[in-house]
């Protein structure tokens, strides 16, 4: 049974990721979106790809920052090369093995209890979220009139209320637990990873910033602060393949709202896709090498 419910939200992924992928292509004009591939601009494709890898140096920092919180100290490369295969097998191989529990199962091997290394992964995470609603926060009250009405009223909610649940979150286990395992979520533990996340959520955006300009996408670059937080949030979510499909029906709508056509969206996000493909071969790499060492 539990095999069962495996694949079959597997399936549903891979239906709900080809699904989306089918519409958008069955609405766009095929010889256009071969004229918008052909004229991209290399070098800023290039840079693109340059802040992704940025984000990814930094997301190990982050994650050992967490770690360090309980006293447990190891290198940095061990992070980022946890980190990275970790990344790889959730692009290369979703749903099957999970990069999140590999990761634990490193940090377990490497001294740190199981609780608190599966918690490390989960804070991790949580950083990554609470980065994005501090972007959306400054830049929703100025920049999101190109935005349904609803649409707006219900993101003000979501992202002041999240911001609001973290600090009062924050209080109240600063002042009524002493658990060690919430340690890396008090302060002043938390001010690292949580400004770390704010920054690695600046380079996520930064990376479409010039996958645009890759695109010749006349855009005006302060509106990807408000789109690309929003776009993290649903790729993030367990509905598609890597998020493909949601994150070019997703960019499709918002670009949409500002006179672009379906094409631009998914040829922005198939550049962004690209890039995780790219950043998945050092992962994939020290993975097979790793699991060598383990026959």
Request: aromatic residues 22%; charged residues 15%.
């Amino acid at each position: 049974m539990k095999n069962f419910k495996k694949f079959f939200f597997l399936f549903l992924r891979f239906f709900i990721t080809f699904s989306i992928l089918y519409f958008l292509f069955k609405k766009s004009d095929i010889n256009k979106l071969k004229e918008i591939f052909k004229g991209i601009t290399l070098p800023y494709y290039l840079i693109a790809l340059l802040c992704f890898n940025c984000f990814q140096f930094l997301v190990a920092l982050r994650w050992k920052k967490i770690c360090e919180a309980w006293d447990f100290k190891t290198n940095y490369l061990f992070y980022l090369k946890s980190y990275l295969m970790g990344f790889s097998l959730n692009t290369a191989m979703p749903g099957i093995v999970g990069g999140d529990v590999l990761r634990t199962v490193f940090l377990t091997k490497k001294g740190l209890i199981w609780k608190k290394a599966s918690l490390s992964v989960l804070y991790d995470r949580f950083c990554g979220l609470v980065g994005i609603f501090f972007i959306l926060a400054l830049f929703l009250p100025f920049y999101s009139n190109f935005l349904p009405s609803k649409l707006h009223f219900f993101l003000f909610l979501l992202t002041y209320g999240v911001i609001a649940g973290v600090i009062l979150a924050g209080f109240i286990l600063k002042k009524f637990t002493n658990s060690d395992y919430f340690k890396p979520l008090t302060f002043p533990y938390n001010l690292k990873p949580l400004f770390l996340g704010f920054v690695i959520q600046i380079l996520f955006v930064l990376q479409f910033v010039f996958l645009g300009k890759a695109l010749h996408l006349n855009l005006k670059f302060i509106y990807f602060f408000v789109i690309i937080p929003i776009i993290s949030f649903l790729s993030a979510l367990p509905l598609s393949i890597s998020g493909l499909g949601v994150r070019e029906g997703s960019l499709s709508y918002f670009l949409h709202l500002l006179n672009y056509s379906v094409e631009y969206g998914i040829s922005l996000g198939l550049l962004g896709y690209s890039l995780i493909l790219i950043s998945a071969l050092p992962g994939l790499y020290f993975y097979l090498k790793e699991k060598r060492l383990w026959k």
